[in-house]
């Protein structure tokens, strides 16, 4: 006995003791959990156990003999059994023409299994000699339409239907495909394939684990392969099958004899080359052999998991010009070059154009993706939708085949008044209406692919769907613009509020200077005063017309050393019409930020004091470093305030306790504080006055801190 032909004999023990084994298993499983697991417990134990006789047979026979082919149609009546019992039901039949194929098969193998039985009984080794010869054809017979019968199932498996289950069928097929092999490789080459029909008993073991995978609590999940996975599979299948040709072709060539062997072998590879490079260079071939494979191979045209995510992040880009490459431009046209190319690369278009509203009811074209001429070919006008268009298709929501429309095809149905360059160009392929909700934000045109084909349900479907999202995206970008302008507007609003209390300030100041014009116009030093009061309210008029501007400075213009005692000499020689002030301050004292911000900050404190006190009370204006601070305080004696309206609301904008008090003077004070990296506090009894003190960053400490940072930079280069 040879090795190989031990190997075969120990292999065909193992699969008849392990078969055995796992349809005594099955048998004595609970029948309640084998009915939760398996769709067919006992045509599954019964498969089993054909499988264990027949590796019976290949042990005390061998592979290679009558008796072998005899039990296989045995083996092949329990797969065929299992497989109409596991994916097909009485509420879901087998088809006619799967259910024909099938009783063709169980009648074969019950002939070949009778004659076979019969002649080697009645005949001896003698019948072999014919025998074998028919029951290898009935075989291969029987095999092929086994895999037919396997393909129909596994199509339309269920989701109920377990992966182990599936991987049994998958195990059947690959015995069927490996007998198949066998008996193709002997017809081709006039000699048995005496290596492969050895190893039959481990083929055959290799579907024991399925058996008891399928009986256990595991697989219910299910596999699916990926489209990138499925084509490569299929491009394999096509260099096998290229592979088995060329054999073909030679056994024939030796059959007929000649020199036809060496010209076919020269022709295989002429056409190999032409087909290779058709594929390689010709973007129309490949396109066309994606459509025919998406078409004749999957459920599905689109893999939507694929799709959904590239149609995502190429939404999702942001800093470059989708598709060109090109970097900047404004945000909104980058998005409607994303959405534009996101649309077309889910159907395969070369190109888009994108339009938007005009503000009149229609559309114009506001970007295009590789398609630059667009609407601008001769005779065509400008590429843009009137009024009418875009309300028939906004009102019936339709996705436009054009190449139905030129046809007039659409019988029935409404007018959509589609534009004549769109008619005319016959680039121009389908019409998406990008919906937001029951608005049309963008209409979308795409181009022609290179393989050209009707829309289906699955293209609209795809289309809408998609088109929805990309409206979201555009919905969200128009309200992040409107914001921005509201946000624009409600800071000219706030400037415009805080200059009207200021100029109500100066207007009071103006008009108490022309009340006392009227007492004393004849003294010299009041009318010193008075020219100096005008020539600050002057100024100050000049700085509230430059901080409306668009342009004008916000809460805090550019900040450095602050020299505090000028500018609060500065307030007292503002408000001295009104109150003589008690100004004191540290000599020398600075504080780190806007010479203007902290003048206006202590001017609405210090009109504030002047307003709430009465007019023959001190108001006092007093400035300190402390703390590694300054500290500027404003304190008054007037009516003061409680401790729940400072705290509610003081700091509050048109809140005020004065007689057509706008409410803004603290506010705006308390902002601008806070601008500057400081704070305002309040000190404050009813009866007993106020003391409001506003805390800035003291400018020599500042001073010290970038001294120490320079020095340690030095230190290190």
Same mark, same amino acid.
């Given at each position: 006995?040879?090795l190989?032909?031990?190997?075969t004999?120990?292999?065909a023990?193992?699969?008849?003791l392990?078969?055995s084994?796992?349809?005594?298993?099955?048998?004595?499983?609970?029948?309640?959990?084998m009915?939760?697991?398996?769709?067919?417990?006992?045509?599954?134990?019964?498969?089993?156990a054909?499988?264990?006789?027949?590796?019976?047979?290949l042990?005390?026979?061998?592979?290679? #003999?009558?008796?072998a082919?005899?039990v =296989?149609?045995?083996?092949?009546?329990?797969?065929?059994?299992?497989?109409?019992a596991?994916?097909?039901?009485?509420? /879901?039949?087998?088809?006619?023409?799967?259910?024909?194929?099938?009783r063709?098969?169980?009648t074969?193998?019950?002939?070949?299994?009778g004659i076979?039985?019969?002649?080697?009984?009645?005949?001896?080794?003698?019948?072999?000699?014919?025998?074998?010869?028919t029951?290898?054809i009935?075989?291969m017979?029987v095999?092929?339409?086994?895999?037919i019968v396997?393909d129909?199932?596994?199509?339309r /498996?269920?989701?109920?239907?377990r992966?182990?289950?599936l991987a049994?069928?998958g195990?059947?097929?690959?015995l069927?495909?490996y007998?198949l092999?066998?008996q193709?490789?002997?017809?081709?080459?006039?000699t048995r394939?005496?290596t492969l029909?050895?190893?039959?008993?481990a083929?055959?073991l290799?579907?024991?684990p399925?058996?008891?995978?399928?009986?256990?609590?595991?697989?219910?999940?299910?596999?699916?392969?990926?489209r990138?996975?499925?084509?490569?599979?299929?491009?394999?299948?096509?260099?096998?099958?290229?592979?088995?040709?060329?054999?073909?072709?030679?056994?024939?060539?030796?059959?007929?004899?000649g020199d036809?062997?060496?010209?076919?072998?020269?022709?295989f590879?002429i056409? /190999?080359l032409?087909i290779?490079?058709?594929?390689l260079?010709?973007?129309?071939t490949?396109?066309w052999?994606?459509v025919?494979i998406?078409?004749?191979?999957?459920?599905?045209?689109?893999d939507y998991?694929?799709e959904?995510?590239?149609?995502?992040?190429t939404?999702g880009?942001?800093?470059?010009r989708a598709?060109?490459?090109?970097?900047?431009g404004?945000d909104?046209?980058?998005?409607?070059?994303r959405?534009?190319?996101?649309?077309a690369?889910l159907?395969?278009?070369?190109g888009?154009?994108?339009?938007?509203?005009?503000?009149?009811?229609?559309?114009? !074209?506001?970007?295009?993706w590789?398609?630059?001429d667009?609407?601008?070919?001769?005779?065509?006008?400008? !590429?843009?939708?009137s009024?009418?268009?875009?309300y028939?298709?906004?009102?019936?929501?339709h996705?436009?085949?054009?190449?139905?429309?030129?046809?007039?095809?659409?019988?029935?149905?409404?007018?959509?008044?589609?534009?004549?360059?769109l008619?005319?160009?016959?680039r121009?392929?389908?019409?998406?209406?990008?919906?937001?909700?029951?608005?049309?934000?963008?209409?979308?045109?795409?181009?022609?692919?290179?393989?050209?084909?009707?829309?289906?349900?699955?293209?609209?479907?795809?289309?809408?769907?998609a088109?929805q999202?990309?409206?979201s995206?555009?919905?969200?970008?128009?309200?992040?613009?409107a914001?921005s302008e509201?946000r624009?507007?409600?800071?000219?609003?706030r400037?415009?509020?805080?200059?009207m209390?200021?100029?109500?300030?100066?207007?009071? =100041?103006?008009?108490?200077l022309?009340?006392?014009a009227?007492?004393?116009a004849?003294?010299?030093?009041?009318?010193?005063?008075?020219i100096?009061?005008?020539?600050?309210?002057?100024?100050?008029l000049?700085?509230?017309?430059?901080?409306l501007?668009?342009?004008?400075r916000?809460?805090?213009g550019e900040?450095g050393?602050?020299l505090?005692?000028?500018?609060l000499?500065d307030?007292a020689?503002?408000?001295?019409?009104?109150?003589?002030?008690?100004?004191?301050?540290?000599a020398g004292?600075?504080?780190?930020g806007?010479?203007?911000?902290?003048r206006?900050?202590?001017?609405?404190?210090?009109?504030?004091?002047?307003?709430?006190s009465?007019?023959?009370?001190?108001?006092?204006?007093?400035?300190v470093?402390?703390?590694?601070?300054?500290?500027?305080?404003?304190i008054?004696?007037?009516?003061?305030?409680?401790?729940a309206?400072?705290r509610?609301?003081?700091?509050?904008?048109?809140?005020?306790?004065?007689?057509?008090?706008?409410?803004?003077?603290?506010f705006?004070?308390m902002?601008l504080?806070?601008a500057?990296?400081?704070?305002?506090?309040?000190?404050?009894?009813?009866?007993?006055? #106020?003391?409001f003190?506003l805390?800035?960053?003291?400018a020599?400490?500042?001073?010290?801190?970038n001294d120490d940072?320079d020095?340690?930079?030095?230190?290190?280069q």
């Amino acid at each position: 006995m040879t090795l190989l032909a031990g190997l075969t004999h120990l292999l065909a023990g193992l699969g008849t003791l392990g078969f055995s084994g796992a349809a005594i298993w099955l048998l004595v499983r609970p029948r309640a959990r084998m009915a939760a697991l398996l769709t067919a417990p006992r045509a599954t134990i019964a498969a089993a156990a054909a499988m264990a006789v027949w590796c019976g047979a290949l042990w005390l026979a061998g592979p290679d #003999s009558a008796a072998a082919l005899v039990v =296989q149609p045995l083996r092949d009546t329990a797969i065929l059994l299992w497989l109409g019992a596991s994916f097909w039901s009485a509420a /879901a039949p087998m088809g006619r023409p799967l259910r024909l194929v099938q009783r063709l098969l169980l009648t074969i193998c019950f002939l070949m299994f009778g004659i076979g039985a019969l002649s080697i009984w009645q005949g001896g080794d003698a019948a072999e000699t014919w025998a074998a010869p028919t029951l290898a054809i009935s075989a291969m017979i029987v095999a092929t339409g086994g895999l037919i019968v396997v393909d129909g199932g596994v199509r339309r /498996a269920s989701a109920a239907i377990r992966t182990p289950v599936l991987a049994i069928a998958g195990g059947f097929a690959m015995l069927w495909t490996y007998e198949l092999n066998i008996q193709f490789i002997g017809a081709l080459t006039g000699t048995r394939a005496t290596t492969l029909i050895a190893l039959l008993p481990a083929v055959a073991l290799l579907i024991l684990p399925l058996f008891v995978l399928a009986a256990m609590d595991v697989g219910r999940e299910r596999i699916r392969l990926s489209r990138s996975v499925a084509a490569r599979g299929m491009l394999l299948l096509a260099a096998a099958a290229y592979l088995v040709l060329i054999g073909v072709v030679g056994a024939v060539t030796r059959l007929i004899g000649g020199d036809y062997g060496e010209a076919a072998q020269g022709i295989f590879l002429i056409a /190999a080359l032409g087909i290779g490079g058709l594929l390689l260079l010709s973007a129309p071939t490949r396109a066309w052999l994606s459509v025919m494979i998406s078409k004749h191979f999957f459920e599905h045209r689109y893999d939507y998991r694929a799709e959904w995510l590239r149609f995502t992040a190429t939404l999702g880009q942001f800093g470059e010009r989708a598709g060109d490459g090109v970097e900047g431009g404004e945000d909104g046209g980058d998005l409607h070059r994303r959405v534009a190319k996101a649309l077309a690369e889910l159907t395969g278009s070369p190109g888009a154009l994108l339009l938007v509203p005009d503000g009149q009811g229609g559309f114009r !074209a506001a970007d295009r993706w590789r398609w630059a001429d667009a609407g601008e070919g001769e005779g065509q006008g400008d !590429a843009s939708l009137s009024p009418r268009s875009a309300y028939m298709l906004q009102e019936t929501r339709h996705i436009v085949d054009l190449d139905a429309e030129r046809a007039g095809k659409r019988q029935g149905a409404d007018d959509l008044a589609i534009p004549d360059w769109l008619l005319s160009d016959t680039r121009a392929w389908v019409v998406v209406p990008v919906l937001h909700f029951q608005r049309m934000i963008a209409v979308v045109v795409l181009h022609r692919p290179p393989v050209s084909r009707a829309l289906d349900w699955e293209d609209l479907d795809v289309l809408r769907i998609a088109g929805q999202q990309a409206a979201s995206y555009l919905a969200e970008a128009q309200g992040q613009q409107a914001l921005s302008e509201a946000r624009r507007f409600d800071e000219f609003n706030r400037r415009f509020a805080f200059i009207m209390h200021d100029i109500k300030n100066l207007a009071s =100041q103006l008009s108490l200077l022309a009340r006392n014009a009227e007492r004393h116009a004849d003294k010299p030093e009041f009318r010193s005063d008075m020219i100096e009061t005008l020539r600050i309210s002057a100024g100050r008029l000049s700085d509230l017309l430059e901080r409306l501007s668009p342009r004008g400075r916000g809460p805090a213009g550019e900040r450095g050393r602050v020299l505090i005692e000028p500018v609060l000499n500065d307030v007292a020689a503002e408000v001295r019409a009104r109150r003589a002030l008690f100004v004191g301050c540290q000599a020398g004292l600075s504080a780190w930020g806007d010479a203007a911000s902290i003048r206006q900050i202590v001017q609405h404190l210090v009109t504030n004091a002047i307003d709430a006190s009465p007019s023959d009370t001190p108001v006092q204006l007093i400035a300190v470093a402390e703390q590694g601070r300054v500290r500027i305080d404003v304190i008054d004696q007037g009516s003061g305030m409680t401790r729940a309206f400072i705290r509610d609301e003081l700091f509050k904008p048109f809140v005020s306790t004065k007689d057509g008090g706008f409410g803004l003077g603290a506010f705006e004070a308390m902002g601008l504080a806070q601008a500057l990296g400081g704070r305002i506090e309040v000190t404050s009894e009813p009866g007993k006055g #106020s003391d409001f003190s506003l805390w800035l960053p003291l400018a020599d400490g500042r001073d010290v801190v970038n001294d120490d940072q320079d020095d340690r930079k030095a230190v290190n280069q």
